[in-house]
């Protein structure tokens, strides 16, 4: 009776010790499965970056719609889905985003030959329809000019990011992506069941 008990144990023993294997080997493999994937992505984004990156002396020499496209397509090498929108009437969108991590965006650009200086303005209108209009969860200023410091706080104390000539500079020639450079926080799942973000909204 006693052998036969200890039998049964050391049977129940042996599948624990092999269920444990087998998980371990589960839990390996699933890591190793990530970092390979992670590896092969960051190989696919260091060769679109490498296709696509724009100086600035190519963005100033554009007009406003070549601009747009060259914003949208920025945002497609950055791994969003991008589409030009702007037109007249556009309400503040020339480029609309979308992330499962970083969720909607609306972009406003602002193309200048001049040198110009983006002011204050352009900023209200922007918080006045990324949220209520566009439904976006972020929005962002784009120029190849320079914004007036007014403009910039005012927009850091109202959510609307922003990306003036030097950051033009990081994004589109040195490759930085859109979501790092403005150090966008990915959206949990439980803020991505709301119906859009504070932008616009007054929350």
Request: glycine share 8%; aromatic share 6%; net charge positive.
């Amino acid at each position: 009776m006693l052998a036969r008990t200890a039998a049964v144990v050391g049977q129940v023993v042996m599948r624990a010790w092999l269920l444990l294997a087998a998980a371990l080997a589960i839990g390996a493999g699933w890591t190793a499965w990530r970092m390979l994937r992670a590896a092969r992505r960051q190989r696919i984004r260091a060769k679109m970056v490498a296709r696509l990156r724009y100086t600035l002396d190519e963005l100033d020499a554009m007009d406003d719609r070549q601009f747009e496209f060259a914003l949208r397509d920025l945002l497609i090498r950055d791994g969003f889905h991008a589409r030009q929108v702007g037109q007249k009437g556009d309400q503040g969108a020339d480029v609309i985003a979308q992330d499962r991590h970083y969720g909607r965006m609306v972009v406003q650009a602002k193309h200048t030959t001049v040198a110009a200086r983006v002011g204050s303005r352009v900023m209200y209108e922007l918080k006045g329809t990324a949220g209520p209009v566009h439904q976006a969860h972020t929005a962002v200023l784009v120029t190849n000019g320079t914004i007036t410091r007014d403009a910039k706080a005012w927009g850091e104390r109202h959510d609307i990011h922003w990306v003036d000539r030097t950051r033009l500079g990081q994004w589109a020639t040195e490759g930085t992506p859109l979501h790092q450079l403005l150090r966008l926080p990915r959206r949990t799942r439980r803020n991505r069941r709301t119906a859009s973000c504070a932008v616009g909204t007054g929350r």
